[in-house]
Each structure stands twice: as C-alpha cells, then as structure tokens.
C-alpha cells in the first residue's frame, strides 16, 4: 500500500516536472519571438534612417557640386503702349530684337507701329449752349472747335534701336536706355464737319458741311448769325480723306521694368518730331506748319521670350 502510494506521488511529480518544462519552453520561445520581432522593428527604422540619411547627403551633394540649369537668353520682345504728347496722343505697337551677342554693346533693334492725333495749339472745345433753349425739339448740339477745317492723324512706321545705359535685363530689375529712332509717317487729312444753319432762298436749314470758300461765312459765322449749332460725329468726312506722307523722328530715355523674368512694365520719355512736305491745313484762322515738334511720354507692357 506504501509502495503503491509513493509511486503515485512519484508519477505525479514527474508530470508537473514535465507541465513545468513545457511551460518553460513555450514562454522561451515566445520570449524569443518577440525580440527577434523588436530586432526586426529596429532594423528596419535604423534602416529607413540611414536611407533618409543617404538622401539627405546626396541632396546636399548635389547643392554644392551641381550647377544651375543654364537659362536660354532673351531674344524677342513685343509691347503695347499708349503716348501722351504735348500736340496730341497716339497707341503705338513695338516688335523687339534683342542683341546680346556683344557683351559690350547689347541692344534691341525694334519695329514700331503708332496710329496718332495732332491737335493745333490754336484749337478748343466751345458748346453753343443757347440752342437747346431757344430749340428744344431739335436735336442737341456736341460741342465743336471754331476754326478747324481738318482733323490730322498720323500712320507712323519706324525702326529703331534701345541702348542700355545702366541695368540688366532681370527679374525685378529696372534698366535706363537711351532710345532712338526714325520712320515715315503717312499723314490723313480727314474734314472736319459742323452742325450749322446755311442760307437756301429766303431762310436758313439745318445742315452738316465741311469749310469751303463758298460756305466760309456761315462755317465762320463772320457776321453772329448764330449759323454754328455745334460739331459732328467721327464718321462724318472718313471717306474724304486724303493723304499726306513725311517723316518721323524721335528720341528719349526709356525705363524698363521687369516683374517678372518675361515680363515687364516700361515708360518712355522724350521728344520728337514729323516733318511733311507742305503745310498742314487744320485750322483756317490760325497759322499752320508742316513741322511738328513736340515732347511726350509713354507707358506699355509687354512680354519677352527666347
């Protein structure tokens, strides 16, 4: 009985001896798993840092050793401008070409095209203000400029050549030249048309005409009849035009300024000149010339590329 309850006890101790080992064995090997799991974590962290690390050195690398893509030079320019003139106005288009072969000397050649107004010292604006209340039914009259028998435009087509004095062309950079240039002008005479009374038999009608000798005393209203009722409309005298060729010149500083590589803002102020072969007649009360001098200034925008 004894010997039978001792190898009870013996079995039993021999498999808790055996639960215990297993235990041991299954808690080593997760033990194991999990710190080869963290090895594998680390490895691959210290791995993703050292690629960032690689980059980063290559980048850096790359910054002091590597050059700057080479940018193609500028060549070719167009702008649109308006000018202000002491004698009148003008739009005006410019076609560039930029010559910076010579390092020394670089310059733009440029085409201009310009379609302009000269006005006479000698003309302004008048309104005859007393039609409307003697007249109410009748149309109202525009104002109108006493004396002028002509309004002169000017088709103007030139070449010239813009020398930098100081600056280069750069983004945010503003450049001076000096500008000059010189072309012909196609001058139109187009008639200047009034709103007025003329005589027919025993009374007067109501009429648009342009200055002639026959109707210069009522065009004039030399004897305040109150002939002139006022001016006209543009299109009045467009199909009379004629035509009147001379040449023109101009000189001045321009300034540059570029927002932006391609870009840029400019402004021209000078003086010029357009001389014809004869006479301009545009007033008939007032000395005319076939010189005109002037000084003025410009604004234009426009683009550059290679």
Not at 64 to 87: A, I, N
Not at 146 to 170: A, C, L, R, S, V
Request: glycine share 8%; aromatic share 12%; hydrophobic share 35%.
């Amino acid at each position: 009985m004894a010997v039978t309850a001792f190898t009870d006890l013996k079995a039993q101790m021999s498999a808790t001896d055996s639960m215990r080992m297993a235990n041991k064995l299954r808690l080593d090997s997760m033990r194991s798993a999990n710190a080869l799991k963290r090895d594998s974590l680390a490895s691959a962290r210290e791995q993703a840092a050292e690629a960032k690390r690689l980059e980063r050195e290559e980048k850096l690398l790359q910054q002091k050793t590597g050059r700057k893509k080479k940018l193609l030079p500028l060549t070719q320019e167009m702008s649109v401008g308006y000018r202000l003139c002491s004698d009148g106005w003008g739009v005006f288009v410019n076609r560039g070409f930029i010559k910076t072969e010579d390092v020394d000397q670089p310059h733009t050649n440029f085409l201009w095209i310009e379609l302009a107004e000269k006005k006479h010292p000698k003309e302004s604006k008048t309104l005859n203000e007393n039609f409307a209340v003697i007249y109410p039914n009748e149309i109202k009259p525009i104002a109108y400029k006493y004396g002028k028998i002509n309004n002169f435009y000017q088709f103007k087509i030139g070449y010239g050549n813009i020398k930098p004095i100081t600056g280069k062309i750069d983004k945010k950079n503003v450049q001076i030249h000096w500008v000059y240039g010189a072309g012909i002008s196609l001058g139109l005479l187009k008639p200047y048309y009034l709103d007025m009374f003329v005589p027919e038999g025993s009374g007067y009608v109501r009429t648009y005409d342009r200055y002639t000798e026959e109707n210069k005393e009522s065009f004039l209203d030399l004897n305040n009849q109150g002939t002139i009722i006022g001016g006209s409309y543009f299109y009045r005298g467009i199909s009379e035009v004629k035509l009147q060729p001379g040449l023109a010149l101009r000189s001045g500083f321009y300034f540059d300024y570029a927002p932006t590589r391609k870009s840029f803002f400019g402004v021209e102020i000078g003086a010029s000149a357009e001389i014809y072969t004869k006479k301009i007649p545009i007033m008939v009360n007032a000395p005319n010339s076939a010189m005109f001098f002037n000084i003025y200034a410009d604004i234009r925008y426009g683009k550059r590329w290679e």
